[in-house]
């Protein structure tokens, strides 16, 4: 298991504030031939006709010094875990949380733009310093 993410903790209470249950802290996912872990597992009460809704979620904190090859990871780990998901969980959704600050500056860049509509990334865009969700982009 890799270590967590620097804003691991600040994307957690973040969920919790927002009335998410962390159901998996990681999340684990049998590839066949190994494992691997989403960061966090979540579920939330709807309306009692509708149940849970299901989340997993992959927390990216986009501080090295090049955030292009944090995109390359977290878009590679992102293509894995939703292809595995298909076949362990089919209706919990897969999110990639990212600093709002890098969704402000890197990810309005054409090109990141484009990819991330091609590949269907459904996004959680978080305040690391005050520990929310800004905006759920699905």
């Known amino acids: 298991m890799s270590k967590r993410d620097f804003f ?5 209470n973040a ?3 927002e009335g998410w249950t962390i159901t998996d802290d990681p999340f684990k996912l049998d590839f066949g031939f190994t494992e691997a872990f989403v960061d966090l597992g979540a579920e939330k009460l709807l309306a009692a006709e509708k ?18 090859y944090e995109f390359h ?8 875990y939703k292809t595995a998901l298909k076949r362990e969980e089919p209706d ?12 402000e500056t890197f990810f309005k860049y ?3 733009e484009e990819i991330v509509s091609e590949h269907s990334l459904r996004i959680i865009v978080y305040n690391p310093k005050k520990e929310v969700i800004e905006q759920w982009i699905k």
């Open 8 to 12: 691991h903790e600040a994307v957690k």
């Open 15 to 17: 969920l919790i504030k």
């Open 51 to 68: 149940g849970k809704e299901k989340i997993a979620v992959e927390i990216k904190s986009f501080v090295s010094s090049s955030e292009l």
């Open 73 to 80: 990871t977290a878009l590679g780990q992102f293509i894995n």
């Open 92 to 103: 919990r959704v897969l999110f990639l949380a990212v600093p709002k600050e890098t969704f």
């Open 110 to 112: 054409d090109l990141i």
